[in-house]
Each structure stands twice: as structure tokens, then as C-alpha cells.
């Protein structure tokens, strides 16, 4: 039973948000609220009390709520904002981001009402610019608006290594930086298995495909899935993150970070080696990077910041 309860708060109770809500309650973190607008009271109440009953089966002793009343919300630890719209057939990335600016940007809005020393972890799509939009409304120190995408990226990235050498899992260490999209910079250099590099186990075109195939990873499973986006890896990526906040465990994790002067970027937020602890971002972590991958990173950047520059103003 957990001596100091914590508490998380989850906007948006679809695939994803649910998935984490979860995680987290399963592995004893929190009491956890799950929030969805007020037209999906009913199922996202049904999705609360099924968590619950889950709980004495698996052995946590969380409470797990839906609502759509923010002030159940009121004096979270973390809240993590997973709502916003998918991209439909037909609409344009500035309707995306305009659309899902607006969501993001109201969401903070009534999450810093009921918990202004909260920390903020962003999913919503498309995240880099979201996770800047959540910034901007919050008006909160950066170290607490923490943007989810590198965990993701690098545990597609450690799967794909490790089915191609037939290894554990739990003996692959990449990192993924950058965006959150095509542009994104596997930073193969630093990758390795079990403290065997891993350029010294594959060839450089079986890592090319490796790299290329993370790069299409939500898009590989959106395909299968049909109608719907990757859920399980996201939330499983959020819920570690949260792990290390709320248990102060300060876990090298890649995370979407405000730059200010950081691998020569300012005033944007870009997924960066991150310390994850009880402050939100610790400390960012400034790898050497040869040409290669700072041109790499360049083009990463630029990515971010076309699609920060369709965000309304004002």
C-alpha cells in the first residue's frame, strides 16, 4: 500500500489514455483520474470503475475515477493530455494543428486552474508543437512541460534490433532523438547491446533499415490497425516516464524539452536526452554529435518549426 498517495490525471479516455491510466494504476504509482469531455461521461465512468475492479486481482491499492469534471482533477502531481483529434481523410496538417492547438490550449487552460504545481506530459498530435502550445498556456517553468515521443521512437527502435539479432530485449540500448516523425535521428553511434556497440553486430545497411523502419513505425501500425493509431507502445512509453517523476528515479529517457541554447537550438522544444525526476526535466543532457547527425538534427529542428508556425496566434 502506497504511504504517500499520488496523484495523476489523464485528459483524453481513448485508446491511449485508457491504456495508461492502466499501466500506471496497475503498477501502484498513483490514484488515477481519467478525464474525457462530457459527452463520453458515461463510458469514460465505465472505464474508471472497470479499471477499479481490476485492482484487488492485480494487487494495487489505487483508486482509478473517470470524469469530465476537471476539479476531480484538482492537486495532481503529473497530468498527462493525451486529448486532440486524429488526422481524417481530407484534412490538412494546418487543420490538424489548429484544431488540436485549440484542444491542447483549453485543456491546459482548465489543468493549471486545479493543479498550477502539477507537471505536464503531452502526447497530443502532432506532439512538438502541441508540447509548445501546452508551454505557452501553462505559464509554468519549462522543466515541467515535458513532451512524450523519444521513449516511444527508441523502444520501436530497441524491438526492431532486438528480433533482428535475436537477443533480450532488455540488453538493447538505443536512443532516439529529434521529432517526432521522418526526421527523427537514431543515434546509432550510442546504440549498443549489452555494452557491445551495435555497429559491431549489424551491418550498416541492416541498421538503415532498422532506422528507417522506426521512422515509419506509427504509420506501419496505423496501417494494420485501419481506423485507429498505436496505443499499447504510447501508453506504456507515458507510463514510464511518469514512473521516474513521481519516484524521483531520474532516468536518462529521451523527452520533447524547451532548448534554450542546448545543441545550438533556442526557444524550441525538440525531443533531447533528458533527466526525468521529481522536478519534471532535471538536466539536458548534451551528447557530442558528429556532422553527420548535427545535420541530422538540423533538418529535425526545421520540421519542428514548420509545423510550430502553423499554431494560431493569439
Given amino acids: 500500500m502506497m504511504l504517500n498517495r499520488r496523484k495523476v490525471s489523464i485528459i483524453g479516455a481513448g485508446l491511449t489514455g485508457a491504456t495508461t491510466a492502466f499501466m500506471i494504476a496497475s503498477k501502484e504509482m498513483a490514484d488515477v483520474v481519467l478525464l474525457d469531455i462530457p459527452q463520453m461521461e458515461n463510458p469514460t465512468k465505465g472505464k474508471g470503475l472497470d479499471m477499479q475492479e481490476a485492482m484487488p486481482v492485480i494487487g494495487s491499492d489505487v483508486t482509478v ?33 489548429s484544431t488540436n492547438a485549440g484542444i491542447v490550449q483549453s485543456v491546459t487552460e482548465q489543468v493549471m486552474k486545479y493543479s498550477p504545481n502539477a507537471i505536464l506530459v503531452i502526447l497530443s498530435n502532432p506532439v512538438d508543437a502541441m508540447t509548445y502550445v501546452a508551454y505557452q498556456t501553462a505559464g509554468i517553468p519549462k522543466q515541467r512541460v515535458i513532451g512524450q515521443a523519444g521513449v516511444l521512437d527508441t523502444a520501436r527502435f530497441n524491438t526492431f534490433v532486438a528480433l533482428e539479432l535475436g537477443v533480450s530485449v532488455e540488453d538493447v540500448h538505443g536512443f532516439v532523438i529529434g521529432v517526432h516523425g521522418d526526421d527523427m535521428v537514431p543515434l546509432v553511434r550510442y546504440s549498443n547491446v549489452a555494452g557491445v556497440p551495435l555497429q559491431k553486430l549489424l551491418p550498416k545497411e541492416r541498421i538503415d533499415a532498422i532506422v528507417e523502419r522506426t521512422a515509419k513505425g506509427g504509420g506501419e501500425i496505423g496501417g494494420l490497425l485501419g481506423n485507429a493509431s498505436a496505443y499499447y507502445a504510447p501508453a506504456a512509453s507515458l507510463a514510464e516516464m511518469t514512473e521516474s517523476i513521481l519516484k524521483d528515479k531520474r ?40 556532422e553527420a547527425e548535427k545535420e541530422w538534427l538540423n533538418r529535425s529542428a526545421e520540421s519542428v518549426r514548420r509545423v510550430v508556425a502553423m499554431v494560431p496566434k493569439g
Fill in 65 to 97: 475515477v473517470g470524469t469530465s469534471q476537471y476539479e476531480d482533477t484538482k492537486d495532481s502531481d503529473v497530468v498527462i493530455i493525451t486529448a486532440g483529434l486524429p488526422r481524417k481523410p481530407g484534412m490538412s496538417r494546418d487543420d490538424l494543428v
Fill in 251 to 290: 532516468r536518462l529517457l529521451p523527452s520533447i524539452a524547451l532548448l534554450e541554447g542546448e545543441f545550438g537550438f533556442h526557444d524550441l522544444f525538440l525531443g533531447v536526452p533528458t533527466i526525468l525526476g521529481a522536478n519534471g526535466i532535471e538536466k539536458i543532457i548534451e551528447v557530442e554529435l558528429d
